[in-house]
């Protein structure tokens, strides 16, 4: 049935959602979530600038991100692209530093569209005209998706907390509710763990318009943040636009595994509740092949996620599990050790993906374009880099930066030894009788170089000859204001 159907994602059905806290995106940490086959990804606390973003191979998915001004922060979303998408700009003043969020629109059909969200609150958490304005001006009659580490505690979705809710956190859910949002969140299933005692439900995730289900939070090797996974269905049936043709690799699907997972998956036949068998039956069967029939026509190499790494994530995922639910020394070193070689073997694989394929190649066949095309793209150097000799040299602050462009720029080589002279009496160069003024050469030439480097090298000969005739005619007028001595 699945070979004679031909392409069975012309219509995606449900769309599968994944939310988590990653504690900085690396590439091994992107790869793992992208290997989850979630068809919309939501992330916070990417701790990378736009630049280092838009350098990540993305594979299948687009990603729209918004990166914190400093260190820290961020956020992000994946949308595979067999889904059009855009993102819809959302402008946050740079005095709220509370609120990151970036929103992205995702096509329904021609007349709907889902919104969502993914936003980081940083504690301690608040409420602000920024997060009023996300929740209020978007279209009230489009589906919105808000995902988020919101880093706030209510009996809500914390039953078991002991004390009163905060004010900002009470704000927070009559806003959410006042917007039309419910909560999908299981009320009291952990989404943060932390040592041995801290466990809270911080990531949190509304919805309005929208059809929810399978809802799961899971221990995650990737960080302290489980991974938030979830199904919209029914809200999107027959409204979802045709993707474009995906062809599958059935030569390398797993049949035995495909057909006792479709048989473990299927409820009991009942002739009385025939529309419910279908939907269990075609929910069955879109797993089942999500998980045994691979995507594309690998003929260049075996696929990044094979057998290897899915046993090394598990093992990870499990000593973390039995870390969490018995914190000891032994299980926190078992922890260790299967995380540690999980990771090791993902940047090995990510390092070695393109050279592999390319070995597997026949002599005069080409490598595919979407392998080509998929490479991270090269970074553009800074003016700093270039005008000290094509960024061989790494500079970590402005001030040595500037040093460096002193040397080059303004080289000093004195015609003779400097004489030190005695404490108490005037500095003097023995050779010309003149009163040496280097500390003040010295501060006038760092304040030239300081002033070069932050005006971004505009015209940069003009300028530093300007500046080295100010420089001089402050010299000369001091010099000539001093009295002359012996």
Same mark, same amino acid.
């Given at each position: ?49 736009? /630049? ?83 929740? #209020? ?33 009470? /704000? ?71 993707? *474009? ?48 029939? *691979? ?56 390092? #070695? ?134």
């Amino acid at each position: 049935m699945l070979l004679l159907s031909g392409d069975i994602e012309q219509n995606p059905g449900p769309i599968a959602v994944l939310q988590t806290n990653v504690f900085c995106l690396t590439p091994s940490k992107l790869a793992t979530l992208m290997a989850q086959g979630a068809d919309i990804i939501a992330i916070q606390e990417t701790w990378k600038s736009s /630049e280092q973003i838009a350098g990540m191979h993305t594979g299948d998915y687009v990603l729209y991100a918004q990166s914190r001004i400093g260190k820290g922060g961020g956020v992000a979303v994946l949308v595979r692209k067999t889904l059009r998408s855009k993102r819809i700009p959302l402008t946050i003043p740079q005095h709220d530093t509370s609120l990151e969020v970036v929103v992205v629109q995702v096509a329904l059909d021609q007349n709907r569209d889902l919104i969502v969200a993914s936003a980081y609150m940083r504690p301690p958490a608040q409420v602000t005209q920024s997060l009023r304005r996300l929740l #209020n001006c978007l279209p009230a009659s489009s589906p919105l998706l808000l995902c988020g580490d919101f880093n706030m505690h209510h009996p809500q979705w914390e039953p078991f907390l002991e004390t009163s809710p905060s004010e900002v956190a009470a /704000e927070f859910l009559e806003l959410c509710t006042d917007a039309g949002l419910t909560l999908v969140n299981t009320p009291g299933e952990i989404t943060y763990a932390r040592g041995a005692r801290e466990r809270s439900c911080i990531d949190l995730k509304w919805s309005k318009h929208l059809t929810v289900s399978d809802w799961s939070a899971s221990v995650s090797p990737l960080s302290d943040h489980y991974m938030l996974t979830f199904t919209l269905h029914q809200a999107f049936k027959d409204t979802i636009p045709s993707a *474009p043709r995906i062809f599958h690799s059935w030569g390398k699907c797993k049949w035995d595994l495909f057909v006792k997972d479709l048989d473990a998956q299927l409820p009991a036949y009942d002739y009385k509740k025939l529309s419910t068998g279908i939907k269990a039956f075609t929910r069955a069967l879109i797993t089942s092949y999500r998980r045994h029939c *691979p995507r594309g026509m690998h003929k260049d190499g075996p696929r990044l996620w094979d057998d290897t790494l899915m046993e090394a994530e598990r093992m990870a995922t499990d000593s973390k599990a039995r870390y969490l639910h018995l914190p000891t020394p032994d299980r926190e070193a078992e922890m260790q050790r299967t995380r540690s070689p999980f990771f090791l073997l993902l940047r090995e694989r990510l390092r #070695n993906t393109y050279p592999r394929r390319i070995s597997k190649l026949n002599p005069g066949e080409p490598l595919a374009w979407k392998y080509i095309s998929g490479r991270k793209k090269a970074s553009i150097p800074s003016p700093t880099s270039i005008l000290l000799g094509g960024g061989q040299h790494t500079y970590k602050t402005a001030r040595r930066a500037a040093n460096a462009l002193n040397r080059i720029f303004f080289p000093f080589h004195p015609s003779h030894k400097a004489v030190r002279p005695s404490k108490g009496n005037n500095r003097r160069n023995t050779s010309l009788g003149i009163v040496s003024s280097s500390s003040f050469w010295a501060a006038e030439q760092q304040q030239v170089y300081l002033y070069i480097y932050i005006r971004g090298f505009v015209t940069p000969l003009l300028m530093h000859l300007l500046i080295l005739r100010n420089c001089l005619l402050r010299y000369v007028i001091r010099r000539m204001a001093r009295p002359r001595t012996g």
